[in-house]
């Protein structure tokens, strides 16, 4: 069982930067595979990061590549996800997840557990 808790959203113009955090109880953060998806309003949740486990490999969604960065903390059971370079298009409550498995990461169904969301908006 893992309770995430994400953090850290909030409103910024476009071409700036904010830092979300989701933090983890009840399973060590070392041992999980993460993820981080957004889902704008009247759109389905989308993947935008992932970091593995195993050789801390990550994912990115091409719409985030070389603006976002996923990072974790395992001392802290933190993961964060660093957003730069913001456009309005990035507007969306953001969602972190973890899953047992490494594999599947940009797929929704392989996460078992979600945090509640945190929003993101961006203004033009």
């Known amino acids: 069982q893992a309770q995430l808790v994400e953090s850290g959203g909030g409103l910024v113009q476009a071409g700036g930067s904010l830092r979300l955090s989701c933090a983890a109880s009840?399973?060590?953060?070392?041992?999980?595979?993460w993820g981080w998806f957004r889902q704008a309003p009247g759109k389905e949740r989308e993947f935008v990061a992932a970091?593995?486990?195993?050789?801390?490999?990550?994912y990115n969604a091409d719409s985030v590549k070389g603006r976002f960065t996923i990072s974790r903390d395992d001392a802290k059971n933190t993961v964060y996800l660093q957003m730069d370079s913001l456009k309005p298009e990035d507007t969306a409550v953001y969602y972190c997840?973890?899953?047992?498995?490494?594999?599947?990461?940009?797929?929704?169904?392989?996460?078992?557990?979600w945090g509640q969301g945190t929003q993101v908006t961006v203004s033009s």
């Open positions: 970091l593995s486990w195993s050789g801390g490999t990550t």
């Open positions: 009840g399973r060590t953060c070392s041992m999980l595979n």
């Open positions: 997840a973890v899953a047992s498995t490494g594999s599947g990461l940009r797929e929704r169904a392989t996460y078992r557990f």
